[in-house]
């Protein structure tokens, strides 16, 4: 952990490449380390004597022998592996490239980032980039990017993907009050990714809120692993791009990422409990309120304001977030009715109508945050003659301080605003024009309080015989065979997920000993790799009674014979009849996200999910509450509880299968696809009836 | 039409209530009319000799012969009245009643609202307000409001709800280059409405945009039929607060309101083809880029940046909007390819790379914007050592102007953005920082575009039997009741909605009678107000044959009777047997709006409706058109064509049973409420099974 704090806090930094050449990034790089570093700067370059000053090195290996603790490499692409292998030699640990022409770049580039990758493994590298804008450090006045701009010193760690987004933010940054501990341009994350970065801030106690700007996720399982952790300490504030279908291959095409699903990452942020956000206007507004606001001790929220119409559009701004509008005690009802003039509304939204000073606001707000109901405010203001900004600045930020409970200002106007918004930006109160957006900061702090007290629970690993699983892939995969279908219903008996009784057998005789094991009617179906739709070639027979199950046998494969002479006829499945009417039809399903892995999917059957798609995925392994989660978040859940006049199935059932399903394909990276169509879902239990899969045999 | 022209183009205006004190609104109101406004300002008060240098009168009867356009009332309420009867003697048809004290404040309030009513209808006034902040109208500098700004001038017209919103939008814009044609304060809008404004707006050719905050719409079929006939001009964007539940009762405590269903706003506001936004900051970005942009001739958007990750967070944008990525013609690709360097994108998003001087961006420019497959583009630019935004401003600047199609533009950053934007801005080409709001700005743009192109189709008049109609429905009134059923499905027939064949009667004789004219078996169900779920106890049978419908016709009135003995039973419904199994089961609904009247809804039944509330909503009446496109909004659309192996119905039969239906509940307005469920679509028709509905006789 951490070991990333002497990137961010280095002594001595040696530029790789360092130049005086007009126009040079190794020149920029230079002049901004030597500007403000508080270090020492080292310039390495055989072609030069000195560089602003700098006497030049040939190589790192030539430094004295006081430790370089980053090097920053500005070679041509042609010598950077070359240089930085001579880095490791020298025993630096922590190389900054800059250089471009790597795996963004075609074929020989992609043949240098793995080159570049080897020789980071060989010395144990802590590798920023290649491609990267460079790093930088406010508390030691690092800037080790070619960026016209320093940050500002601040709390707010950032991450981004896109160098020009960097640029853009420190520019826009550098107008306002608006700071940074560490920013670091990820480049083509060669070696170091996200997941790195996430984990060193998340220990960074100079750090209270993490930022990124990422267009794929190197790792998901590993994110969501790191991520989850520091999320319980430091809120990770995120834009992932390339959410639209156009997003995402505008993305492949600017990176070469390959991008996942946009359903995965949604399942897999998520799951590493990231507030993820769409517009850059969201990213800066979180950043804000979640470094300068306490959390909320609920998610109830009161506002005061002077205005009807503004207080009516914040409470719409409300209803349409996760918080609630307050209901005020008595006692608090009491007193603002005894403070506030006739007119007002004293019932949330608190109106306190047009000709309200200053006092008014402050009588008004410490009455509502001293009710116990309340866990924050938004004050919602007008201009008028008898108000004065400055004056309701000053107290929104006393109310703040005495209470210590959330509050966002929205100041409506623009030139009676005047020195109010600076003087509640430096108290840390956010305040904007838009009431929607007040709400929606403070919306933030409540979701990220949400997260942070989330329980995590390790997935159930539950008793299951992994080993008779094996046997059935492998066996499968011995016969040259990636399809499976009901012939590997045992993997999931094996697994102990429930499945009718039955079996696939190769004889009549077999088929009738198992229908008289049963000892009922049973459903016959052909077993056929080459047979889709067995259905329309009247390849199942439901409700065979045991005296026909002989001739029946017979009857499957002369159609499937019929049908294709040369289909390879694995037998016929004899299967106790599941009532599918009493139960309800669902679907699981997974796929294998190519950042994610395995990704489980949960639906009800038929229209549900082919026609209205709803439903749900996790990233697997899944945890107890998340499989639990599943089920809610369907649109169709009430029918699984009784709608209608349904029988209320067994839910624990269901979350039991989504779990022990995540462990099978956990365990099997093997098994590629797979789908329970259907699991049908009754009041005392579930049943797999039917079984797809595809296997990569390379895996087994 | 235009009648309130002078209202916002008086040559004299008088204040009645005028007054030098201290604090007081009059003094204010008096003081904005004498710094800006044109024409003559006349003081009206009997208590004082003169005002600011103004000669005092003590009644507009005493103001000489020359006509005063407009009386600003800002007397006490208790005399309000008073003096609006004597500006009515007097001749003024133009009447701004900025005092407050009616409708908002309870019962004697609103009895003062009531009188204030009838004077103007009996003088013919034009009356803003009560309780109205005021109005402008910059070219004539009329500044007839009690606030501290007065509107610079532009070409958006804006009317509120909300005076506070009017001053804090006033002192936003004081700050920035926002213009304004007329404002106006609605207050309680006792006899001006939104509608009078849009129709007036509508008709002025200084007022390319019309932007609205709305609590309520005081007559929603009004508001439809004005709007839609003014939006095919003048594009309207509102605000209409209240949304959310919480929203709805906030502003129900504001205004006294009586909200209208949120439903019935969404679709009444798209029916009159507005823009309806949810926050301030789309009100004013719509508001710019509609009226200094031109209209996109298509969808689709060319996307031209220097940098590749907001390059896809803009694509992503593009996504979630309504327009698409242009796909460029070979000959853009073609000229791309040999203008700009080997590293760009020359596929859209089209990225120059980060070395690109404003020049490559011209280049750029032009090419995709004389691509015809290019609609409109947007520019997002990150700062960069070789780009000058000032220099990159007037290429876009030229561009624009050179090709006529609409540009947004993103500078991201802040420091460097320095004179580009109020470049940009005073040619009329909006820019940002985030990408998101330059491509939702172009979005409204062209859902503009596309509600101008909407052909409005009268709805249809079918030749119906209204007098039989009419008779069901006073023959219901007149035995005292309110709620029916089958017992009036010839209301349907006479509006020609197919219904089963049948009837309701009353002896097992004509029971039979009917069984045989249907010749087949039979649904018989008892008919009873008072037995609410009839298949509970018995009272439906399915599938009586002719020779049982006698002993079933006495099965199920005793059976009536033994669930409850003194049950008003209006008889035995035979009906011909529908097949539900071959058909799917809609639902068609209408319940009344108090503002927008008859609401009619469209849905699949059972779990469609009732589980995953799969519906869609119009305001009657309801054209063709209309009908066919809530076909297609409801998610579950698929199923009503074909989806997984259904019959693909008859839509054109829903399409015309729900225009039938508009036609009967528009017609009668004593319908509160009616719902067809089932209405059985087929492959060969529609047909109405079940009926109920419920009247109000005060309406007949």
């Not at 990176?255 to 993820?276: D, F, K, N, P, V």
């Not at 008793?463 to 011995?478: F, G, H, K, T």
């Not at 997974?590 to 995925?617: A, H, K, W, Y």
Request: aromatic share 4%; hydrophobic share 40%; charged share 25%.
């Amino acid at each position: 952990m951490g070991q990333l704090s002497t990137l961010f806090a280095p002594e001595r930094v040696a530029v790789i490449g360092a130049t005086d050449s007009e126009g040079a990034v190794g020149r920029a790089i230079t002049e901004n380390l030597l500007e403000s570093f508080q270090g020492d700067v080292v310039a390495v370059n055989p072609y030069q004597d000195d560089v602003f000053g700098l006497e030049c090195h040939d190589s790192v290996a030539d430094v004295d022998d006081v430790a370089i603790d980053v090097g920053v490499v500005v070679v041509p692409p042609d010598v950077a592996v070359d240089s930085i292998r001579e880095a490791g030699e020298a025993g630096i640990r922590n190389v900054v490239v800059i250089t471009a022409g790597f795996g963004e770049t075609g074929s020989e580039g992609a043949a240098r980032e793995r080159a570049l990758r080897e020789v980071a493994a060989e010395y144990d590298l802590n590798l920023v980039g290649p491609n990267s804008l460079g790093i930088m450090s406010t508390p030691v006045g690092l800037n080790a990017t070619f960026g016209n701009e320093m940050a500002q010193e601040g709390d707010v760690s950032f991450m981004s993907q896109s160098g020009a987004f960097v640029t853009a933010v420190l520019d826009w940054a550098a107008e306002r009050d608006v700071g940074f501990k560490d920013i670091v341009s990820l480049g083509n994350k060669a070696v170091l990714d996200e997941s790195d970065f996430v984990d060193q801030w998340g220990d960074d106690p100079d750090t209270d809120v993490i930022l990124g700007y990422l267009e794929d996720v190197s790792d998901g399982a590993a994110f969501i692993e790191t991520a989850r952790e520091v999320t319980q300490e430091t809120p990770i504030v995120l834009v992932k791009s390339g959410r639209t279908d156009a997003g995402a291959s505008a993305a492949a095409s600017h990176t070469g990422a390959i991008a996942g699903s946009e359903r995965a990452y949604e399942a897999g942020l998520e799951q590493a409990g990231t507030i993820r956000v769409e517009t850059v206007q969201e990213l800066f507004d979180y950043a804000q309120i979640l470094s300068d606001q306490p959390l909320p001790d609920g998610e109830e929220i009161a506002i005061v304001t002077n205005a009807g119409g503004p207080g009516v559009m914040t409470t719409d701004a409300v209803g349409d977030s996760g918080m609630g509008l307050a209901e005020f005690s008595d006692h608090t009802i009491e007193k603002l009715s005894e403070t506030m003039p006739d007119e007002a509304n004293i019932y949330n939204p608190v109106d306190i109508i047009g000709d309200a000073p200053a006092a008014r606001f402050e009588a008004a707000l410490e009455t509502v945050l001293a009710d116990e109901n309340v866990a924050m405010a938004v004050v919602v203001a007008c201009p008028t003659a008898v108000l004065s900004y400055e004056e309701l600045a000053a107290v929104i930020v006393e109310q703040q301080s005495a209470f210590d409970q959330p509050i966002a200002s929205t100041l409506m106007g623009g030139k009676s605003v005047g020195d109010a918004a600076p003087m509640l930006n430096d108290a840390g109160v956010p305040t904007y024009f838009d009431p929607a957006r007040a709400v929606d900061s403070l919306d933030a702090l409540r979701r990220y309080g949400e997260i942070q007290s989330r329980e995590y629970v390790e997935p159930e690993t539950f008793d299951v015989d992994r080993e008779r699983a094996r046997d059935i892939l492998e066996d499968a995969a011995e016969r040259g065979r990636n399809r499976l279908g009901v012939e590997a219903m045992d993997l999931l008996d094996a697994y102990g997920i429930p499945t009718p009784q039955g079996n696939v057998v190769n004889s009549p005789g077999d088929a009738q000993q198992i229908a008289r094991d049963i000892g009922d009617d049973v459903v016959m179906k052909i077993v056929s790799p080459d047979i889709l739709h067995k259905s329309d070639i009247g390849g199942v027979e439901v409700g065979v009674a045991p005296e026909d199950v002989r001739d029946t046998f017979e009857d499957l494969v002369v159609r499937a014979r019929n049908y294709q002479q040369d289909a390879t006829i694995l037998g016929v499945q004899v299967q106790e009849m599941v009532d599918l009417e009493s139960g309800t039809e669902t679907i699981l399903g997974v796929n294998r996200d190519p950042q994610f892995g395995p990704l489980v999917l949960f639906g009800l059957g038929g229209i549900f999910v082919e026609v209205l798609e709803d439903t749900t995925v996790r990233v697997a392994p899944v945890s107890e509450p998340e499989a639990t989660a599943m089920l809610d978040e369907i649109d169709s859940a009430p029918l699984l509880r009784g709608a209608r006049g349904r029988d209320r199935v067994d839910e624990s059932a269901i979350v039991e299968t989504v779990q022990r399903l995540s462990q099978l394909v956990t365990d099997f990276p093997a098994i590629l696809e797979l789908d329970i169509n259907p699991l049908v879902a009754a009041p005392d239990g579930a049943t797999a009836v039917d079984l797809r899969l595809t296997i990569d045999q390379e895996e087994l």
